[in-house]
């Protein structure tokens, strides 16, 4: 049987979504539920820890696209800083590598936004109840699109590629060589089918895996 991790009281919720409307109305929302208290409320990935830290939830309801740390990130530090806080990744964007890399941050759950606050009420009961909440539709494309053939690195190096950065920008901040650098670009290229890396970066944002 999974472990039950339901609180005796209201269950404790932190919000982190960086449109404020939409972090404001799915706080009431939720606030509206028997037995629910959003307790935090944050607009940026890297304030998600110590508002955790902070307000200690039950439940934490994760974007993934925020200012200054993705939320799958987060989930990953959250798992290790605070242990017996559940996590549900909700995203506008379904995409497969975002529910893989989701699960292995050690998230509870993956749900899109599109859905009914019922639906999002019943997904955080039972995911303090043991329970593994994904998204049908997309837990079956992503079974069938297999794993990101990116590395680590890779990735680190398409991601430093916004905004124009140059090879020397892209060096400077991962501490690499430029070649190095070159060589990881090539083969982040290569492995995405694309001419050069802006593209190869989009591709790779389009499947969830950077």
Known sequence: MPEDHRPAVSVRILLAEDQGMMRSALALLLGMEPDFEVVAQV????EIVDAAHLSRPDVALLDIELPGRSGLDAAADLRTEVPDCRVLILTTF???????RAMEAGASGF????GPVG???KAIQRVLGGETVIDPALAAAALGAGPSPLTPRERDALNASVDGATVSDIAVKLSLSEST??????SAIGKTGTRNRMEA?????QQGWL
């Open 94 to 100: 379904g995409r497969p590598g975002y529910l893989r």
């Open 43 to 46: 607009a940026a990935g890297d």
């Open 201 to 205: 970066m989009r591709a790779a944002r």
């Open 111 to 114: 749900l899109v936004k599109d």
């Open 181 to 186: 650098v070159r060589n990881y670009l090539s």
């Open 119 to 121: 639906d999002l009420a």
